[in-house]
């Protein structure tokens, strides 16, 4: 061990992962050779004893559209947060592709990597125009020292633009994003993550609070990114979920219930149970 | 919607300010550097138009509180962290250049000794390690930028990394520059213990009492000044500070779009600490003492009225609010001494509750309701 990893260990970095201490990132490649892009497995998490995740499993395939759905507190939530870093799983693993280990990666270093999330509230800088949300959320060298000199280019200019009018802000660009209505913000959002070029997106109640027509427009975008993205979407909206028409997954006191195209999982017996029986 | 193309870097940094602004800050340059010292050395002393020794080492005393309350700001308006140690940067500054005056004194002290009169006193035979080079005008002044800059970025790593936040944060930077009052108060550290250090003779050989010295150290400290809100401005326009207002409004949202606010957050802490370190180097030499008491809380509480009194996150808000209070404060502990906390504390309460913008928000409402009232008269009928 070199004397600059006896110095990492003091401070507590571990020397296997130097994008840390701001050093150039080691290149972390996304193997999708099974076509699988998300594994999750036997993952449990509990807070004081509750277990919000009891032994789950879930694999997405590449380029699939999953819906998520469950009653409140089934554990969506917390599934996002073990696959955004947000929460260390306490038994289990999560892997994105083959190779990587998410449970060891911070949040910017899974985001780094291709996962974007869109929150339940939406969650965007209400001091900065809309054109500077997209601009911050672009998929560019994120470190301190370049954002001190970063200036935009043409063509980054002209992506911002063209996200804009894909979101229909495009009238709004120069507006502080707080000014916006709920259902412009949770578009703004979902641009953001669009501006990140994931390859993987979580996206939290994402028509929570749009009109019928915004929820339309919305299903039609998910389903236009599905195949080259993959997307997993929690809702509790049906008829959002049937527009989107991809598998859905039931979730239920932390563990998969059911899985299946929305009718069969509709008159699954233990679904009707856990949504209806009580 | 306009595509925005890349500009050149010199036509970016003069339109980071608007021309207004620019002429405002040559303004400021032409009188502090051109016409006070005028006012100073040429206008015979009996005369209304003269500037008194007083009033030039006051106002430069109040300069190098500004910087530390842009400083300040810096962290607290921009990056939404708030600081309540920021006096121990100032004193660490403050001490590393007292350090150079206490050798300047030479052999002119009380004792006639190489060693600073406090060391005699205490009966040491020499310099401890750490005032070695000490006598080195340019070693010293390394020292003013690389003491804060080291101090805060270890302190700084371990709390943000440890996503120490809010009230946390603020109660931990007060226990800090507590410790440390209390470490500097012991005359075995070395620095003078309570008395600090003072009865400075002379600064790179010239007498530090001579009006020209005054008037060199007051425009440098409106140089600087002047300097640290350019830089000031530059950061919170770049990319930089766009992230770094995003981290104050959203942090979970800023890493989930792949940044890692730990590096944002030390910057800005790191270069805050240091423009309080310049400026306390600033201030020595000028009030012509330096103590403990410097770091006391109630010092670093101080610096955040004034930001709050001129208004948070915006650059000219805090000099406005360093000038106000502290001019309130000298004439207050004149006139009445008993009362000016009494004063402070009723001053942070009317600005936090009907100023949350401070200062320079009332005049922005202000000039706004006037140009509304203007436009509504101009055209009368319309709304």
């Known amino acids: 061990m070199g004397s600059r990893d006896v ?32 594994y999750l497995d036997d993952i449990t998490v509990s807070f004081d004893g509750f277990k919000a995740l009891n032994k789950l499993n879930l694999t997405i395939d590449a380029g699939e559209l999953r819906c998520i759905i469950g009653p409140n507190g089934a554990g969506k939530t917390t599934m996002m947060d073990v696959i955004t870093g947000k929460t260390r799983p306490d038994t289990g693993s999560a892997y994105f592709g083959q190779t990587i280990d998410l449970t060891r ?6 985001a780094h990597i291709g996962i974007g999330r869109k929150f339940q509230k939406p969650t965007i800088f209400d001091q900065h125009t809309a054109f500077e949300n997209l601009e911050l959320a672009m998929k560019t060298d ?11 280019s043409g063509e980054d200019g002209d992506r911002i633009a063209e996200a804009l009018r894909l979101i229909r802000l495009d009238r709004e660009a120069d507006r502080p994003a707080g000014l916006l209505s709920h259902g412009q913000k949770q578009w703004l959002e979902i641009g953001m993550l669009l501006m990140q070029e994931p390859k993987l997106l979580l996206l939290d109640e994402p028509v929570a609070g749009m009109t019928d027509d915004e929820t339309m427009r919305t299903a039609e975008l998910f389903v236009s990114l599905a195949g080259t993205h993959s997307l997993v979407v929690v809702e509790h909206d049906m008829a959002f979920v049937e527009k989107l028409g991809g598998k859905v997954t039931v979730l239920h006191e932390g563990s998969v219930l059911a899985e299946g195209d929305l009718a069969t999982v509709q008159n699954d017996q233990r679904v009707i149970e856990v949504y209806l029986g009580r | 919607m306009t595509p925005r193309a890349r500009t050149p870097y010199t036509i970016r940094l003069f339109s980071m300010m608007q021309r207004g602004h620019w002429i405002a800050l040559g303004a400021f340059l032409a009188a502090t550097l051109v016409v006070v010292p005028i006012l100073n050395l040429v206008v015979p002393e009996g005369s209304a138009f003269h500037v008194s020794a007083y009033a030039i080492t006051l106002v430069g ?34 001490y590393a250049f007292g350090m150079y005056l206490m050798r300047q004194i030479g052999r002119d002290g009380s004792y006639q000794s190489d060693l600073p009169d406090f060391m005699v006193f205490l009966d040491w035979k020499g310099l401890p390690w750490y005032w070695s080079g000490s006598d080195s005008f340019l070693w010293v002044s390394l020292l003013v930028v690389a003491v804060p800059a080291i101090v805060a970025f270890v302190f700084g790593y371990f709390a943000f990394r440890s996503r120490i936040k809010g009230v946390y944060f603020s109660i931990i930077t007060q226990a800090l520059t507590y410790a440390a009052m209390l470490l500097f108060f012991r005359n075995e550290t070395g620095f003078g213990g309570n008395n600090g250090f003072t009865d400075f003779k002379r600064i790179l050989g010239y007498s530090i009492t001579a009006p020209e010295t005054r008037l060199v150290l007051f425009g440098l400290t409106a140089l600087l000044l002047a300097a640290t809100l350019l830089f000031a401005r530059w950061l919170t326009t770049s990319k930089f500070g766009r992230v770094l207002t ?13 940044y890692n606010p730990l590096w944002y957050k030390l910057t800005i802490w790191t270069i805050s600490a240091v423009l309080c370190g310049i400026a306390g180097a600033l201030y020595v030499p000028q009030v012509g003492i330096i103590n403990p008491s410097e770091m006391s809380p109630a010092n670093s509480i101080e610096i955040a009225i004034w930001v709050a009194v001129g208004g948070r996150g915006t650059l000219i808000g805090p000099v406005v609010g360093a000038f106000v209070v502290n001019l309130a404060k000298s004439w207050f502990t004149v006139s009445f001494p008993e009362y000016w906390l009494f004063f402070l504390g009723l001053l942070f309460i009317v600005v936090t509750l009907l100023l949350p913008q401070g200062l320079v928000g009332l005049w922005q409402a202000i000039r706004e309701k006037v140009q509304n009232t203007r436009a509504g008269h101009a055209t009368p009928g319309e709304k």
Request: overall charge positive; some cysteine.
């Open chain 1, 7 to 38: 110095l990492r260990k003091i401070i507590g970095i571990d020397p296997d992962e130097p994008s840390k201490f701001g050093f150039a990132s080691k290149q972390r490649v996304l193997d999708i050779s099974h076509n699988v892009i998300l």
């Open chain 1, 105 to 110: 990666l911070t949040e910017p270093e899974i």
């Open chain 1, 142 to 152: 994120k470190r301190v020292r370049r954002s001190l000199v970063a200036t935009l």
């Open chain 2, 61 to 94: 005393k109040i300069m190098c509180y500004a910087m530390v309350a842009v400083a300040m700001d810096l962290i607290w308006g921009f990056g939404g962290i708030l600081s309540l140690g920021h006096g121990l940067f100032f004193a660490l500054g403050g």
């Open chain 2, 246 to 258: 995003a981290i104050r409004d959203a942090e979970s949202r800023v890493m989930f779009i792949g």
